[in-house]
């Protein structure tokens, strides 16, 4: 089975700090996603990465694909209140992910 | 651009009944699914159909039934309800890229089993 672990669980930080949370597996994927989402919402898609050692920049936000293609990164830049809500994960291929446990970040202005 | 739509948003249930989830989508996909969110468990895969007619099991299916008689609805049914499956539930709508799956998620349906 595999199985996405997500860490840190929750993460408490001020307006202007740098973050980094994980994803990590013990499963080689074809891709990984990331997604944030808020209270009462679906997740929305922000990236996905496909190669090993691919890194993408979204605005403030940096995701790096691991050279073995079983973990990741996403690290953010001077949080803002804005990226508050709950990250995850998700690797697999065609259409099945697998999700992991999820970041779930709150960002005090 | 209503995307993927999904009704009730909330519902309460008594245990043994049944119910049916919608879900409906405008964006002509051919993927969709539907999972659950559990506190501390991230997304599961329930059921999933990869085209009209075509429906197949994912993590956690038992008590769930399926159907796809057209590309833009999924129906989720509940046979006979149960505390434990007392959660959060969200369909996913899906578009192959040509390198990966983009999926589009509903706002959820919040369903408690008393």
């Known amino acids: 089975t595999q199985l996405l672990e997500q860490s840190p669980q929750f993460l408490s930080i001020q307006e202007g700090e740098n973050l980094t949370v994980y994803c990590n597996s013990s499963s080689v994927f074809s891709s990984l996603q990331w997604y944030r989402q808020e209270p009462g919402e679906g997740p929305v898609l922000l990236v996905t990465v496909v190669t090993g050692g691919e890194v993408k920049k979204l605005k403030r936000l940096t995701f790096q694909f691991g050279d073995a293609r079983k973990d990741s990164s996403l690290h953010i830049t001077a949080a803002q209140p804005g990226d508050t809500g709950l990250y995850l994960c998700a690797g697999g291929g065609t259409y099945k992910y697998i999700f992991g446990t999820g970041t779930r970040l709150k960002v005090l202005a | ?114």
């Open chain 2, 1 to 114: 651009n209503a995307g993927v739509t999904q009704t009730p948003k909330f519902q309460v249930l008594k245990t043994g009944q049944s119910m049916t989830l919608q879900c409906a989508q405008d964006m002509n996909h051919e993927y969709m699914s539907w999972y659950r969110q559990d506190p501390g468990m991230g997304l599961r895969l329930i059921h999933y159909s990869v085209g009209a007619g075509i429906t197949d099991q994912g993590e956690v299916p038992n008590g769930y039934n399926v159907s796809r008689s057209t590309t833009e609805d999924f129906p989720l049914r509940l046979l006979s309800a149960a505390p434990s499956q007392t959660s959060v539930y969200f369909c996913a709508s899906s578009r192959w890229t040509g390198m990966n799956t983009e999926a589009f998620f509903g706002q959820g349906t919040r369903l408690t089993v008393v």
